[in-house]
């Protein structure tokens, strides 16, 4: 498992519970994302996770969601592991269409 920049065992379990539901199809993803944000609502990765989830719907209410989340990603995103960093920028770049950045982050 890699290190996700929290001190929350709660948030690492959400985000471990959206990354299984998100890989299996699950009905749970957005449940799960938004309890990672809910236990640490300053948590970078998990407000990237859930910009990612958002984006993925392809529709004005998901781009509306996935835009406060792309924000929140960037303002949290000061002291956290170069990985976690790349994770946001990628989705950042996704986010304004600049899908070539997103897949030089990825």
Request: net charge neutral.
């Amino acid at each position: 498992m890699l290190a996700v920049t929290t001190d929350s065992q709660e948030a690492i379990a959400a985000i471990n519970r959206w990354i299984d539901q998100s890989l299996s199809y699950g009905k749970d993803a957005e449940t799960a994302i938004l309890e990672a944000i809910a236990a640490d609502p300053t948590c970078a990765i998990a407000h990237a996770y859930a910009a990612a989830y958002y984006l993925l719907l392809e529709n004005a209410i998901g781009w509306k969601e996935a835009t406060i989340h792309v924000k929140l990603a960037q303002q949290y995103s000061k002291k956290i592991a170069k990985r976690e960093k790349m994770y946001v920028d990628a989705i950042a770049a996704w986010w304004s269409k600049r899908i070539d950045l997103a897949i030089a982050n990825f």
